[in-house]
């Protein structure tokens, strides 16, 4: 069983006659394909109309889908194929829309000129009170160089939206944030530095998002640094929150002591070296890695990990591999030691199919589908944001990790990434440690 990426959605007509769908359902099955939701359209005297969503791995699966269906005959009919994910990216997944009324000469004259003016003036003499007067407080800078987009590759900015419009949707709905992507067309550490810096004063938050390394590191340090805002490069610190919360649950399931346990990172870029660095924090000791450039190893041997020649050897030497080299099918079943706990996290294609990595006799495998640096983002940004906080440390992130392991149900790796409540206690928490670092720089 491979990945499947493609979704179709078919409208098929089948008769009243009962086990008409179960042929509808063979049919997909023996075409490899996997059936998603089943929306019934109509009803008709004897026959019925359903949208079916489908997940492929290739288009042709779905042409031997639609002559297998036109051969069944017998009143089923295949009306349409449509691909949802496309339509539903028709004119951009995220808008600017207003929050007040403009419907009489009194609202443009409260909202817009004169009475506009005022509050400038009272942001101009006191410049904190823009977080009460104007969206500043709410939005997030989604910010992206186009370097790293998903496992993709260098593909650019543009067409590196739809993920930051993705971003931006999270933001808003599991932490009613107002994202707004920023496209740079540059490169050049300095220039991204410089334009992020004078764009930052509309914004209460930096994102970076799908920079790849090694340019990530000196940028997101600086900026961090240099800002006054708190500044996330989610690839690297969403992802290490994720990771480590998976691996505690994947621990705590296996009876296994996460700080003795043998951990392998395969990767070592921007997401792989975070990973890595958030471990070694926590207290695990043994923390082995791979990358096939040597700057990549030569990184985490700074920080204290040790590295490997050969994915195969640091597969048989530890107890949890997790992967980020954006290489689809990478890692070989016959590498995965039996009892093991096997992350592949990159996206859109894992390094090994979890079902593969289990059937080789892995104890836990997860994908970046559900390892996902959505659990971790946007409740850390609602937390700095509410607590005004200036930056995101070690202890907050830690913090988000451990509410994500804590709401995690026995025998998951992660929670859903849709419930809410993991979110509200990912903000909380990060809440919290930021409430008690103010206390501490108050009292110094
Ligand atoms: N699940 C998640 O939440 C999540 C979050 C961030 C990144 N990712 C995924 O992780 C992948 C990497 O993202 P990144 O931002 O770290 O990119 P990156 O470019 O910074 O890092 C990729 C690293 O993998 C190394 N690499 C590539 N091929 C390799 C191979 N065959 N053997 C060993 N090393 C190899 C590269 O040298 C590089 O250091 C992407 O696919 C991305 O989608 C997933
Ligand atoms: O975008 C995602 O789904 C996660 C992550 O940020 C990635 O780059 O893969
Ligand atoms: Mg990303």
């Not at 990945?3 to 959605?9: A, C, P, S, V, Y």
Request: charged letters at 20%.
């Amino acid at each position: 069983m491979t990945n499947k990426q493609l979704i179709r959605t078919l409208m098929i007509e089948t008769p009243s006659i009962p086990g008409s769908l179960g042929k509808v359902a063979t049919i997909i099955g023996l075409a490899g394909g996997d059936i998603g939701e089943i929306e019934t359209i109509k009803v008709g005297p004897n026959y019925t109309i359903r949208n079916i969503t489908v997940q492929v791995d290739h288009e042709g699966q779905i042409e031997e889908l639609e002559s297998s269906l036109f051969r069944l005959g017998g009143g089923i009919r295949l009306h349409a194929i449509s691909d949802e994910v496309l339509h539903a990216h028709e004119g951009g997944k995220i808008q600017m829309k207003s929050k007040v009324a403009l419907q009489s000469l009194a609202d443009l004259r409260r909202v817009y000129t004169p009475g506009v003016a005022n509050v400038c003036r009272i942001i101009e003499q006191e410049p904190d009170k823009a977080k009460i007067y104007t969206s500043i407080g709410n939005s997030v800078a989604i910010v992206t160089d186009g370097t790293a987009i998903l496992g993709l590759g260098d593909i650019g900015p543009v067409a590196g939206m739809p993920v930051m419009e993705g971003k931006a949707v999270l933001f808003d709905q599991l932490a009613g944030i107002n994202g707004i992507p920023i496209l740079l067309d540059t490169k050049d550490p300095e220039e991204i530095i410089r334009t992020v810096k004078h764009i930052s004063l509309g914004f209460s938050g930096i994102l970076l998002e799908d920079i790849g390394s090694p340019h990530c590191f000196e940028i997101e340090e600086r900026l961090k640094k240099e800002l006054q805002i708190p500044v996330m490069h989610d690839d690297q610190h969403g992802t290490a929150v994720v990771t480590l919360a998976a691996a505690i649950s994947a621990c705590k399931s296996a009876g296994i002591d996460l700080k003795k346990a043998k951990v392998g990172q395969i990767g070592l870029g921007a997401a792989g070296l975070a990973i890595s660095r958030m471990l070694m924090a926590y207290g695990v000791a043994n923390v082995f890695g791979i990358d096939k450039c040597q700057d990549a190893k030569a990184r985490l041997e700074n920080y204290g990990g040790r590295s490997f020649d050969s994915i195969e050897a640091l597969m048989g030497n530890c107890d949890i591999i997790i992967a980020t080299t954006g290489v689809p099918e990478l890692i070989k079943q016959q590498w995965v030691r039996p009892g093991q706990v096997i992350l592949a996290l990159s996206n859109p294609k894992p390094e090994i199919e979890p079902e593969l990595a289990l059937q080789a006799g892995a104890a836990y495998a997860a994908d970046g589908r559900s390892v996902n640096n959505v659990l971790g983002f946007p409740g850390i940004f609602r937390g700095v944001l509410n607590a005004q906080a200036r930056d995101i440390t070690h202890s907050m992130l830690v913090a988000a990790a451990e509410a994500i392991a804590a709401c995690t149900k026995p025998g998951d790796l992660v929670p859903h990434p849709l419930d809410l409540h993991v979110h509200k206690m990912v903000t909380e928490a990060v809440e919290r440690v930021a409430s008690l670092h103010e206390e501490i720089v108050v009292t110094k």
